[in-house]
């Protein structure tokens, strides 16, 4: 390992992350800190991404509504 650090080094960092980001915020931060990890290793191994599915098809969307206009076409507004 290139760093030697032992458990009084580990604990003082813990402390410093924890007053940084205090204690509500840690588990998400924990969280970022693996998936970009397991994203690097990813990575460097040379996987590919895996495709994700799409969130809804153009068969499940509901079609658009075409809006109506009010007025004829070609006609102008007039003014009294």
């Known amino acids: ?3 030697n650090i032992g ?3 580990m ?3 813990l402390v410093i992350v924890l007053l940084v980001f205090g204690a509500n ?3 998400q931060v924990g969280n970022a800190l693996g998936k ?3 994203e690097f290793k990813r990575g460097m191994a040379g996987e590919e991404e895996r495709p994700t599915p799409p969130a809804a098809t153009a ?3 509901p079609p658009p509504e ?3 206009s009010t007025s004829q076409p070609g006609s102008t507004p007039r003014e009294s």
């Open 11 to 13: 604990a003082i960092i």
């Open 25 to 27: 915020r840690l588990p």
């Open 66 to 68: 075409v809006a109506q």
């Open 59 to 61: 068969a499940q969307l």
């Open 36 to 38: 970009s990890i397991r």
């Open 7 to 9: 458990l009084p080094e």
């Open 1 to 3: 390992m290139p760093f």
